[in-house]
T-cell receptor
Framework: DADVTQTPRNRITKTGKRIMLECSQT?????MYWYRQDPGLGLRLIYYSFDVKDINKGEISDGYSVSRQAQAKFSLSLESAIPNQTALYFC????????????????FGEGSRLTVL | GNSVTQMEGPVTLSEEAFLTINCTYTATGYPSLFWYVQYPGEGLQLLLK?????DKGSNKGFEATYRKETTSFHLEKGSVQVSDSAVYFC??????????????FGQGTTLQVKP
């Protein structure tokens, strides 16, 4: 079984619908992240969380919200999906090595491909 | 600001050819540098990293040297295999930004290796 699991793996929806992408991890890491990948743009950070009570916006958080339900679970919501949110979404985890420090190594899920029509 | 620029792809090579994928960065101070690889249908995984100037990261026959003077971290492999076909991402963690754990990625370079 994968250490970082994303559901659903593929989803097609319509403009205006609410969508939730879920991520769970068995690595025991404290940090979790949501990135989106677009062709030619690499990966861009949407939100990140240091622990259950510490959630932070990334560079492209508009139109998205997140919830850290437990240390192992981090979900991403699109309240009202629009076509330019069509992308491949990745959840990732990492382990801090000291308070607010990080090794830089992220562990990624397999991705959730979202298409908004 | 901080940014990473990779060479445009796709890169198409024959098996056993020499590979270079260029990566340059803009950052203040001394960022940590990484190469991630994404195989078809999978998430990204760390390939190698270097945390200070002149460090060489290596893994699975791939190497990259942290060059502060040229702000570069080029990926090389002496003899590629078909199984190396993937998308390669250069990335950095800005110096003093370990409090965010945030990685800044380049746009990715697709490598296709033909038998």
């Amino acid at each position: 079984d994968a250490d970082v699991t994303q559901t659903p793996r593929n989803r097609i929806t319509k403009t205006g619908k609410r969508i939730m992408l879920e991520c769970s991890q068995t690595k025991g890491h404290d940090r979790m992240y949501w990135y989106r990948q677009d062709p030619g743009l690499g990966l861009r950070l949407i939100y990140y969380s240091f622990d259950v009570k510490d959630i932070n916006k990334g560079e492209i958080s508009d139109g998205y919200s997140v919830s850290r339900q437990a240390q192992a679970k981090f979900s991403l919501s699109l309240e009202s999906a629009i076509p330019n949110q069509t992308a491949l979404y990745f959840c990732a985890t990492s382990q801090s090595i000291a308070p607010r420090a990080n090794t830089g190594e992220l562990f990624f899920g397999e991705g959730s491909r979202l298409t908004v029509l | 600001g901080n940014s990473v620029t990779q060479m445009e792809g796709p890169v198409t090579l024959s098996e056993e050819a020499f590979l270079t994928i260029n990566c340059t960065y803009t950052a203040t101070g001394y960022p940590s540098l990484f190469w991630y690889v994404q195989y078809p249908g999978e998430g990204l995984q760390l390939l190698l990293k270097a945390t200070k100037a002149d460090d060489k990261g290596s893994n699975k026959g791939f190497e990259a040297t942290y060059r502060k003077e040229t702000t570069s971290f080029h990926l090389e492999k002496g003899s590629v295999q078909v199984s190396d076909s993937a998308v390669y991402f250069c990335a950095l963690t800005p110096y003093g930004s370990s409090n965010t754990g945030k990685l800044i990625f380049g746009q990715g370079t697709t490598l296709q290796v033909k038998p």
